[in-house]
């Protein structure tokens, strides 16, 4: 299968808006049901102290983690339980659009209720940022900020929606980004409402 073309590029960042069709959408949101029921979605503390408003799990070899210690990757969930695997559609997608050559080792779970925000940052917690980092959003709409490589540069912002998916590679790997906020109640995927983002990445 040749590798399907973006609908939108923005600073090097690929989008493929309506990938997912409905039943992929929920098919995923089922899976996930039961990688929480084993990982409960837990709100990690900034080095800072301040909780964050996104409520996290993760699948795979690696889950990413953030305490008074820092950011990191850690092979455990907070409980002791070990992160379950990656759900193989989730992988499917990643065998698509990101890479044949390696599975990623981690899927971050995050959860947004109403209020939840994700300010800008780079993801640079990974050895290797030669592979490419990506996104699935399921649910509420939510407003994603793009800049560049370095911070206090200009930013360009899309709505991104249920089904689309996101990746992120060469040099769009180091990009600043982040989530303003969701429009809540925008999707009727979540019975509750909300938006869940999976990013899949390779660790180490
Ligand atoms: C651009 N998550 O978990 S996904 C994150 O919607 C994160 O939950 C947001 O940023 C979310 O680190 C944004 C889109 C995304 C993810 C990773 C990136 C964009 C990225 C890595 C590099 C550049
Ligand atoms: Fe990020």
Redesign the pocket.
């Known amino acids: 299968m040749p590798r399907p073309v973006p609908t939108t590029t923005l600073a090097g ?1 690929e989008i493929f808006e309506g990938y997912l069709d409905r039943d992929t959408q929920e098919a995923l949101v089922s899976d996930l049901r039961d990688v929480v029921a084993q990982a409960p979605l837990f709100a990690p503390k900034t080095r800072f102290g301040k909780e964050m408003s ?1 409520r ?1 799990t993760s699948a795979g070899r690696y889950g ?1 983690f953030t305490d008074a210690c820092g950011y990191r990757y850690i092979d455990a969930h907070p409980s002791g339980t070990s992160w379950p695997p990656i759900p193989k559609r989730i992988l499917g997608i990643w065998r698509a659009l990101a890479s044949k050559e390696r599975e990623p080792d981690c899927c ?1 779970i ?1 959860f ?1 209720g109403e209020t939840a925000k ?1 300010g800008l ?3 640079r917690d990974e050895a290797d940022f030669g592979w490419p ?3 699935i ?1 399921l649910g509420d709409e ?1 407003l ?1 900020r ?1 800049g560049g490589t370095e911070r206090g540069g200009k930013t360009q912002s899309i709505w ?1 929606r249920s089904g689309d998916v ?1 990746v ?1 590679g060469g040099a ?8 303003d906020r969701i429009k809540f109640g925008t999707s009727p995927l979540l019975s509750q409402g909300g ?1 869940i ?1 999976l ?1 899949l ?1 390779v660790v180490d």
């Open positions: 960042v996104v996290m990413w971050l995050n947004y994700m940052h780079q993801d980092v990506l996104s959003s939510a994603f793009v991104l996101v992120m769009a790997r180091l990009v600043y980004h982040g989530i938006r983002n990013t990445r």
